[in-house]
């Protein structure tokens, strides 16, 4: 049997807290199972959005999406897990990746380093925080006031685990550790410093989900798959949505556009035929869309709801 749909929002732009909850309400309503928050300087501060998000909600689960390893220390991000975990209920859900953006690394002040000194401290990091999560107290407790008081705890034994990339390494290290693995289904262009990405086609999913699959082996609980989708729209005629994304890859020709496992255009049937299909050559069951596209995808959601009652 295929695994089941679930589906995620990831949520974008900086908002008032009244529009911020009244925008996690919406997601709640169109039946997303996961409201999602990136990590990227001038975007929202992961934590702190999704405690709000929590306290405006009762459903979703809340997910980072995905957190740079590269902007923390283990020790202070098992702290903010922990206590997020706590006070969202035992509705966190904990995505990790490398960081892609060297400039964000220059604005902070914080070293880049080459990919494999990032897969390396992001692995470092996913083992400190089994350790430290796992553990009845967290180190350097005798440095607190008191001295005696507990460490925050997470409200579950363990926070579920999403690891997000591509590359052989990172596809390793998700075989070891993660509940969830994310492709993007894209690639970082060469030499950008800016985090601009290029899609990668079908063929190429195919090839990294194989090598996932191969790597993972071993496992005796399969992960769930997760795509994250460029562009949704339903709509009979989906070369005017296409034109923004033809103008940033121009290589692409409509029909290779309408290809790729990233981008959801058509008429509402098509779509919900196409993500059936994905699932069925890649594994993608849980799918997230990026928030300009949360009311364009609610109908798939609906229609794929429908099929499954």
């Known amino acids: 049997m295929p695994r089941a749909f679930r589906f995620g929002v990831s949520l974008l732009t900086p908002s008032p807290a009244a529009e911020w909850r009244a925008k996690c309400r919406r997601a709640e ?17 992961p934590f702190p959005a999704l405690v709000a998000a929590a306290e405006a909600t009762e459903r979703p689960r809340l997910g980072t999406f995905v957190l740079n390893a590269g902007f923390w220390n283990p020790t202070l991000l098992a702290r903010e897990v922990a206590t997020t975990d ?8 904990l995505g990790l990746g490398t ?74 290290l998700a075989a070891e550790h993660a509940d969830v693995v994310g ?12 985090g601009k990405l290029e899609p ?9 989900v194989a090598r996932y699959r191969e790597l993972a082996a071993g496992r005796t609980e399969p992960a769930e798959l997760n795509l994250l989708l460029q562009l949704v729209a339903v709509t009979d ?14 290589g692409l020709t409509p029909d290779r556009a ?15 035929t196409r993500v059936r299909a994905q699932r069925e050559r890649f594994g993608f069951s849980y799918l997230t869309v990026l928030e300009p596209h949360m009311e364009a995808f609610a109908p798939v959601i609906a229609r794929l709801r429908e099929e499954s009652a």
């Open 200 to 208: 990668v086609d079908a063929a190429g999913v195919d090839e990294r």
């Open 99 to 172: 960081g892609y953006v060297r400039s964000e690394h220059e604005a902070a002040g914080l070293p880049y380093g080459s990919p494999r000194e990032r897969v390396d401290h992001l692995r470092r990091t996913v083992e400190e925080l089994d350790r430290l999560l796992g553990a009845a107290d967290h180190p350097g407790s005798g440095l607190r006031p008191g001295g005696g008081t507990p460490a925050p705890r997470p409200a579950r034994n363990r926070v579920p685990l999403l690891l997000g990339g591509n590359g052989d390494r990172m596809l390793r």
């Open 29 to 45: 309503e169109l039946g997303y199972d996961v409201i999602l928050v990136p990590d990227h300087l001038g975007m929202v501060a």
């Open 183 to 194: 492709f993007t289904g894209a690639r970082l262009v060469p030499g950008s410093t800016t």
């Open 258 to 272: 309408l290809a790729l496992p990233v981008v959801l255009a058509g008429p509402l049937e098509e779509v919900v």
């Open 237 to 250: 005629d989906p070369e005017p949505v296409l034109r923004p994304l033809l103008e940033r890859q121009p």
């Open 86 to 93: 706590a006070l969202t209920g035992g509705r966190l859900e």
